[in-house]
């Protein structure tokens, strides 16, 4: 298999770089258990702190990660300097025009993922260049697309090329990953299932909130990003926990754009990890998450994959 062989996994997961939730020592955990973990390196953080959290994920001379933002790494050229600093097995680059970085970052050594959301996304990164596709699905959590369903985008890009690809999206566990390895996929690109990890930045409230939800419980939107004016282009929204803040500015995201009041309660909200207030970025597979395991605990998980694979086999043959 080509992730686990490329950077000598014991596990096909990648855990998907979540800004303010997989610093360094998520990444490190992740990829000390046999995974890949990498760090979210949002559009607020500094170029010190990638470094300083890459530090904490090489230090056990595992391979690691670093997922950015292509629109953010424009304004913050600073965060792409880090990274080729920092010379990580591979870098994620995605949402917005990444083509240029593409080259810069192979040659340092350098693999270059993206994610895609549709077939015209996966078509753009094989003209870029990059070295592998993750097919980002609806179901998944945080920023992408809302357009296709995982598998049948996973399908659909498989179709297309002979590129390493990995399934993101409503994976939440072992069936899942067996689900779309079985389908042809490189691995599981995997961020829900690790957000309440012991070992995750995520706040205490915003722990019990994910803990407490179901898979009904996500909406999708631009409501948060409008709130926080990070910067993120529109065509981009986010799967969240949908909480009070989101139903009363759904449908008023340009006026909240402006709406200074509000601006002022989402950042608050943020700052207290308030559930009703802060965007909590989640897949539709948080009704899976029931408590606060390590990741180790949550890679052992997956790694019994096989065991539905063989069973899905056995059962055929009869």
Not at 91 to 99: I, K, Q, R, T
Not at 121 to 128: N, Q
Not at 132 to 155: C, D, F, K, S, Y
């Amino acid at each position: 298999m080509w992730l686990t062989e490329k950077f000598g996994l014991g596990v096909p997961v990648v855990g998907a770089p979540m800004a303010n939730v997989s610093g360094g020592r998520l990444t490190a955990a992740i990829s000390g258990a046999g995974g890949l973990g990498m760090l979210g390196a949002g559009s607020a953080v500094s170029a010190e702190w990638i470094r300083d959290e890459g530090a904490i994920a090489a230090a056990g001379g595992k391979p690691y990660g670093v997922g950015l933002m292509a629109w953010s790494v424009a304004d913050h050229p600073e965060h792409l300097d880090a990274v080729l600093e920092l010379r990580p097995a591979l870098v994620s680059l995605s949402f917005g025009d990444y083509a240029p970085y593409v080259g810069t970052l192979q040659q340092a050594g350098i693999v270059v993922a993206t994610q895609a959301g549709t077939v015209a996304d996966a078509r753009e990164a094989i003209a870029a260049g990059v070295d592998v596709i993750v097919a980002r699905g609806a179901e998944a959590g945080g920023h992408g697309r809302n357009a296709v369903a995982t598998l049948p985008l996973l399908q659909a890009i498989l179709d297309l090329t002979d590129l390493p690809v990995l399934a993101g999206g409503g994976i939440s566990g072992p069936r899942g990953l067996a689900a779309v390895l079985a389908a042809g996929a490189a691995g599981g690109w995997i961020g829900t299932a690790f957000l309440t990890c012991i070992e995750a930045q995520t706040k205490e409230p915003a722990r019990r909130r994910i803990i407490e939800a179901d898979e009904t419980d996500t909406v999708y939107g631009t409501v948060f990003d409008a709130a926080s004016r990070a910067g993120w282009p529109d065509e981009y929204g986010g799967r969240a926990l949908r909480n009070t803040f989101f139903d009363t500015w759904e449908g008023h995201e340009d006026e909240l754009k402006t709406k200074d009041v509000a601006h002022q309660e989402y950042l608050d909200g943020t700052r207290a990890a308030d559930p009703a207030r802060a965007s909590i970025y989640a897949g539709q597979g948080v009704g899976a998450l029931t408590g606060q395991p390590t990741a180790a605990e949550v890679l052992t998980g997956f790694a019994t994959y096989g065991d539905y694979l063989r069973a899905a086999l056995n059962d055929g043959s009869r």
